[in-house]
Every structure is written in C-alpha cells, then in structure tokens.
T-cell receptor, first 110, second 115 residues
Framework: GQNIDQPTEMTATEGAIVQINCTYQ??????LFWYQQHAGEAPTFLSY??LDGLEEKGRFSSFLSRSKGYSYLLLKELQMKDSASYLC???????????WGAGTKLIIKP | DSGVTQTPKHLITATGQRVTLRCSPR?????VYWYQQSLDQGLQFLIQ???????AKGNILERFSAQQFPDLHSELNLSSLELGDSALYFC??????????????FGPGTRLLVL
C-alpha cells in the first residue's frame, strides 16, 4: 500500500533549529514535496526533491534518501511565523495524484 | 498570492442542499485538482482534470461531481449535503498533466459550513 508517516506535532524554541521527518512507502517514486500550511490557509510550496541529497533554500533545507524512503525538512533560525503545519507529499510515476502525509504541526515558543 | 482563485470564500447552507464551488487556475496551467480538508485533518484528494478531461479520481463521493470548462476554470458540485461535508475545499493547479513531478499551487479555499 501507499503510506507516508510524519510526526503529528513538534515544539521548538524561537531562534532554534528543528528537523521534521517524513518516511514513505509507495509503489513508484517521482519526487517528494514539502508544503507549509498556516491554520485555515492554503498550503504553500516549500521544496521539491527527486535526487538524493540536501537542497538548501534560505532558512529551509530539505533532504532526501530514496533508498531509505526518508526525507526531512530542516528549519533554521526559527521565527514565530514558522508556526504552521508542514505537509510531506510523494509523487509516483504510475499515478497522477500526490500521496499526502497527515502533516506535522509545528509550535514555536518564545 | 499563488495565482489560483476560488469563489466563494465562505458558504453556509443547509443539509440536503446543493452548492457549486468555482476555481480558476494560474495562467497557463492545464491541470486542476480538488481537495477536501476537514477540521484538523489532512488533505484528501478528490479529483483532477487536465485540459478538460478527468485525469485522476480520489475518494470523491458519488454526491460530488466536477468539471473543467474550455477556458480551464473548474467547478465542484456538492449535492445532498450532509453535516460531515463541512470542510475547507481547496483547488490547486499545475502546468501540465500532473506526472507526480509537478508543483501544485493552491487557491485560498472555500470554507463550507453545512447546518
């Protein structure tokens, strides 16, 4: 079957670093997406990984290991506005729809 | 602003009624996706259209239907509404047929409340 696992909730401190993990089991793999979603708002695109390794984009970085079915999103210099849910989604080459994780709710404390 | 527009922003209706949600994709995008998100739940994929044709179907109820018009805007029709249909409905668009490599850009959503 198709499955994506993310922690339900994480708490971190303003100014710190946090790593949000995502593991997946899917038939076929065509890339992994990370989205940010503030409560009641639309998901917004953060990153896309299709090759193994780390992609850095400002304060956010995303890592992928295809052999391990594993990805993480790394957020540095946390700000209060980073409090949101972070969604992991996998694209498969056999299907047009993305498989979405349930999301990780990140709470930032001062 | 993603460039995807959705109307209306809010909708309040009664059980048993029918509503239509509308979505306009980003300029140049050919695929439209519809998602449902209930309170504190994940995104549930409903259906995808590509250039006017149905491309993929998710967990869409038989009471729900959608279409994509020649100008590429899409409508999601929800009928015989139940209390459990209360949710945020998002539309997203992508540039091509959605091979699993395409970034989806989301509209602001329509918040539906069924009383």
């Amino acid at each position: 079957g198709q499955n994506i696992d993310q922690p339900t909730e994480m708490t971190a401190t303003e100014g710190a670093i946090v790593q949000i993990n995502c593991t997946y089991q899917t038939s076929g793999f065509n890339g992994l997406f990370w989205y940010q979603q503030h409560a009641g708002e639309a998901p917004t695109f953060l990153s896309y990984n299709v090759l193994d390794g780390l992609e850095e984009k400002g304060r956010f970085s995303s890592f992928l290991s295809r052999s391990k079915g594993y990805s993480y999103l790394l957020l540095k210099e946390l700000q209060m506005k980073d409090s949101a849910s972070y969604l992991c989604a996998v694209g498969r080459d056999s299907n047009y729809q993305l498989i979405w994780g349930a999301g990780t709710k990140l709470i930032i404390k001062p | 602003d993603s460039g995807v527009t959705q109307t209306p922003k809010h909708l309040i209706t009664a059980t048993g009624q029918r509503v239509t949600l509308r979505c306009s994709p980003r300029s140049g995008d050919l695929s439209v996706y519809w998602y449902q998100q209930s309170l504190d739940q994940g995104l549930q994929f409903l259906i995808q259209y590509y250039n006017g044709e149905e491309r993929a179907k998710g967990n869409i109820l038989e009471r729900f239907s959608a279409q994509q018009f020649p100008d590429l805007h899409s409508e999601l029709n929800l009928s015989s509404l139940e209390l459990g249909d209360s949710a945020l409905y998002f539309c997203a668009s992508s540039v091509g047929s959605g091979s699993g490599q395409e970034t989806q850009y989301f509209g602001p959503g329509t918040r539906l409340l069924v009383l």
